[in-house]
């Protein structure tokens, strides 16, 4: 078993909020593609079930509350873009959020990663893929059974996610579609997903 640092929680909870912060994305893309009273709507069903988190809780409370929040909110986006713009409309979504990944991913970091991979293509994976290891915790548990230069494999036992309302469509479309496509796109990276129930086991690997 691959030994990884643990995030601490205020971290964590630094990482849902920007994650929500980037979820603006999502209003704007509905406002534009649709309307601005689509666009009400849907930031109705959104406050209709955000829980507001207290200024004084501990930090490990107010990660749970804006984590679910976060989640719930996904899920909600997922259904009301199919229900408005059909499963088409969904896809367009899907290519658009990889391509703001893909924007607010691109900067110095990847540029340096890229100079490295042109060197030593296996240690500019292990580097990425240590880095993945340990910013993803902020979703779920998980343990790293295998760590080389051409895998990485994380098994999560129970996928926090699928707890709150709308993590299964955050799985199947947020985890399993949106993210392959990113690493695919920007990294060559082939991310592979099996689930079974609760758990996963996923591997990423350089593209051949």
């Not at 970091?109 to 994976?125: D, R």
Request: glycine letters at 6%.
């Amino acid at each position: 078993m691959v030994k990884i640092k643990e995030m601490p929680i205020k971290e964590k909870y630094a990482k849902v909020c920007d994650a929500i912060k980037q979820d603006s994305f999502t209003a704007g893309y509905i406002e534009k593609n649709l309307d601005k009273q689509a666009w009400a709507e849907y930031q109705e069903e959104c406050r209709k079930v955000a829980r507001p988190v207290p200024e004084d809780a501990a930090d490990k409370e107010k990660y749970e509350i804006a984590y679910g929040n976060w989640i719930s909110s996904g899920g909600i986006a997922f259904d009301f873009i199919r229900k408005r713009m059909g499963e088409e409309g969904l896809q367009r979504y899907i290519r658009a959020d990889v391509e703001e990944i893909k924007r607010t991913n691109a900067g110095p970091a990847l540029f340096f990663l890229k100079l490295v991979k042109l060197v030593s293509p296996g240690m500019a994976f292990t580097m990425m893929a240590r880095q993945m290891a340990y910013k993803l915790q902020w979703i779920t548990d998980y343990s790293v059974p295998e760590l080389s230069h051409t895998r990485v494999v994380m098994e999560i036992p129970h996928c926090k996610v699928l707890d709150y309302p709308g993590g299964e469509g955050s799985c199947l479309i947020g985890c399993q579609k949106i993210y392959e496509i990113w690493l695919a796109e920007q990294f060559r990276l082939e991310m592979k997903t099996r689930r079974k129930g609760y758990s996963c086991t996923f591997s990423i690997a350089p593209i051949k």
